[in-house]
């Protein structure tokens, strides 16, 4: 029986002899269901149809899909001693690919930011052992095919190293998360935010948004406890969700200014 992925919003299924009647995802006001109604990939499908690419983003290895699929996010692997940990996840796992982050140490452990990116994880934890995939509990009612390395972790942070930390800040999504690696950026330390706080095309400032497709603001609340969570974080870098989509340096004073500017914006409206 084949496993079975989204086509509009990548996340996988449990195997099955028939495709889904629907996605839960896709049906929920921050996403959208396809325009030519509810499709889906047999994972087969979608490894002769796309290809892993792997490629450095500003000094993190990333890996992503080509042509692109669904959302088109990309996974970083924060390389440390004794493994990369995945952050965000991409809805196919390969032979080529996993074999290429076997070359830069394996994988420890996988953790996401919302369930916008949970994608292929249960694939990629099995491919390396059973490695934990770190999911927020109060994100777990959108987790589309559960799988024992699962992970449904609580409270407000977690550490995955000693220089990786995951913060809850929520936003878009309760258990909304970001992760701050403290040695990144040559030490100065780095946030990978996904979309969470999305990287503008300007690569000089951040947003926020209750949902991207749909076009509806995030409240004042939640932008307030998303900056309060990140005030007392060094960094001087941010990666966003997508290739290229990085603030390179001074990402600390963007952060915050982004923050000031969004809260103004929505108050004059």
């Known amino acids: 029986m084949p496993l079975w992925s989204c086509e509009q919003c990548g996340a996988q299924f449990p195997e099955t002899d028939k495709s889904p009647a629907s996605c ?16 889906w990939l047999a994972r087969e499908e979608l490894a002769s149809t796309h290809k892993l690419v792997w490629r450095d983003d500003f000094g993190v290895a990333g890996l992503g899909l080509e042509p692109t699929f669904a959302i088109g996010q990309r996974a970083l692997l ?8 995945m952050w965000d996840c991409i809805p196919l796992a390969t032979a080529e690919g996993v074999q290429h982050v076997r070359s830069l140490g394996g994988l420890k452990a996988i953790a996401v930011s919302h369930p916008h990116y949970y994608g292929a994880v249960a694939d990629w934890s099995e491919a ?31 550490d ?3 220089d990786i ?4 800040v929520g936003g878009h999504f309760a258990g ?10 040559d030490g100065k330390g780095a946030l990978f935010t996904g979309d969470v706080a999305t990287v503008a095309m300007d690569r000089r400032s951040v947003s926020f948004m209750y949902s991207y497709p749909n076009y509806i603001p995030l409240n004042e ?5 998303i900056a309060d969570v990140v005030a007392p ?4 870098r941010i990666y966003g969700a997508w290739w290229g989509r990085n603030i390179t340096d001074g990402a600390k004073a963007s952060f915050d200014e982004s923050v000031r500017r969004y809260l103004a914006a929505i108050k004059s409206a």
């Open 176 to 185: 909304g998360t970001i992760l701050h690696w403290r040695k990144a950026a």
């Open 160 to 162: 995955i190293s000693d």
């Open 233 to 236: 974080l060094s960094f001087d």
């Open 128 to 158: 390396f052992g059973g490695v934990p995939v770190y999911l927020h509990a109060d994100d777990r009612q959108w987790i589309t095919r559960p799988h024992h390395a699962i992970v449904t972790w609580t409270g407000e942070s977690l």
């Open 78 to 85: 924060l390389v440390e001693p004794d493994g990369c940990v």
């Open 24 to 39: 839960p995802i896709c049906e929920d006001e921050r996403q959208y269901v396809n325009w030519e109604g509810q499709r």
């Open 165 to 168: 930390r995951l913060w809850r």
């Open 221 to 225: 609340a939640a932008v307030r406890r």
